[in-house]
C-alpha cells in the first residue's frame, strides 16, 4: 500500500510544471523550463523593484520646473507609510513664467521600461478646487537623449471643466480626456505606462485597465518620473497630492482582451489598424474574432 501510495506521488510531481529560476549577471533573471514541461505566461500587469517615499528617497528627488512651493515631505497617509506629500500654496505661485507654474519632483531610474504608482484622490477635491495630479515619464534612447514624455493624470479642471482621468497623447497632439474610465474617492488609484515593444508606444493603464498609448519616438526606456502638479494662484484654494508604491523595471504592458472592453474600456482601445470601436459591443466582436 505505501509503495503504491509513493508510485502515485511521483507521478504527480511529474506531472507539475517544474520552472527553475537563475539569477543572472546585472541582476536579470532567466527562467527556464524543464524538458516536456509548458510555461505558464508571463504577468501582464507591471513589475519589477517597489520603491517607498522614504525620507531618504524623498529627500534624494531633483525639483522639476518649481518645488512644491507649500514643501514637501514624506508622511504618514491614506493608511500608508513613506508616501510622497506634495502641498501646493496657491498664495506662493512662481512670478517667474507661466513654465513655473507646474510644481514637481523627479525621481531617477535606471533601465526601467515601466512605471506605476498609487494616487490618493480625497473626496475635497471635487468641491470646486480647481487640481492636477500627474505622473510624467522620460523617455530616452540609449544615446541619453529625451525623446518623449509620456503622461497620466487626475483632474479637476480639463477643458470645459472636464474632472477625471486625462493622458497626454502625442498622436492625437494633446490631452485625452478619459471619462469611461473610473477612479476611487478617498482612496488610492494606480496610474502607469510601459513600453510598448511591438507598437514602440507607452501603453498607459488606470487601475489596471489600459488607457490608451502615445508615441515613444524612438525612446528605449524610461531615464527618470517626475511627480506634477500645477498652482492655479490665489484665486484657487491650495491643495495636496500624495502618491505611494511606486514601481519600475520592465513590466509588460496590460493585454487587452473581450473582457477589457467593459466599464467604458472600449472607448480607449483601438484596433490594430488604429480604428477606434462603436461601442462596447464592437470591441468584444473585434477580439472575439482574434483578429487583434
Not at 507646474?102 to 471635487?126: C, F, N
Not at 503622461?151 to 471619462?179: C, H, K, M, Q
Not at 474610465?181 to 488609484?189: D, Q, S
Not at 513600453?195 to 508615441?215: E, R, V, W, Y
Request: neutral net charge.
Amino acid at each position: 500500500m505505501q509503495t503504491a501510495n509513493i508510485t502515485k506521488l511521483k507521478s504527480k510531481i511529474a506531472s507539475l510544471a517544474a520552472v527553475v529560476t537563475l539569477a543572472v549577471s546585472g541582476g536579470g533573471i532567466a527562467t527556464i523550463a524543464l524538458s516536456g514541461v509548458a510555461q505558464a505566461a508571463a504577468p501582464n500587469a507591471t513589475q519589477g523593484s517597489v520603491t517607498q517615499f522614504t525620507p531618504d528617497v524623498v529627500n534624494g528627488m531633483t525639483v522639476d520646473r518649481s518645488a512644491p512651493s507649500g514643501g514637501y515631505s514624506s508622511t504618514n497617509f491614506g493608511g500608508r507609510s513613506n508616501v510622497l506629500e506634495m502641498n501646493i500654496d496657491s498664495s506662493k505661485r512662481s512670478t517667474v513664467d507661466p513654465f513655473y507654474y507646474t510644481e514637481g519632483l523627479q525621481q531617477a531610474l535606471t533601465s526601467a521600461t515601466s512605471a506605476k504608482a498609487d494616487v490618493y484622490i480625497p473626496s475635497s477635491w471635487l468641491n470646486g478646487t480647481k487640481v492636477r495630479a500627474g505622473m510624467w515619464g522620460v523617455g530616452n534612447d540609449s544615446d541619453g537623449n529625451i525623446l518623449a514624455y509620456p503622461i497620466v493624470e487626475f483632474t479637476t479642471s480639463g477643458d470645459n471643466g472636464y474632472v477625471g482621468w486625462r493622458t497626454f497623447n502625442d498622436d492625437a497632439g494633446g490631452w485625452v480626456n478619459l471619462p469611461k474610465i473610473p477612479y476611487n474617492t478617498n482612496g488610492w488609484n494606480t496610474v502607469g505606462f510601459a513600453l510598448n515593444p511591438t507598437t514602440t508606444k507607452f501603453d498607459f493603464t488606470i487601475n489596471g485597465k489600459p488607457a490608451g498609448s502615445s508615441f515613444s519616438t524612438g525612446s528605449t526606456n524610461l531615464s527618470g518620473l517626475i511627480f506634477n502638479s500645477y498652482n492655479y494662484g490665489p484665486d484657487n484654494a491650495n491643495y495636496s497630492v500624495h502618491w505611494s508604491n511606486l514601481v519600475t523595471g520592465p513590466g509588460k504592458p496590460v493585454v487587452a482582451d473581450k473582457d477589457t472592453c467593459k466599464d467604458g474600456g472600449w472607448s480607449t482601445l483601438t484596433m490594430n489598424n488604429g480604428a477606434t470601436f462603436k461601442n462596447q459591443g464592437d470591441c468584444v466582436s473585434y477580439f472575439a474574432s482574434n483578429k487583434h
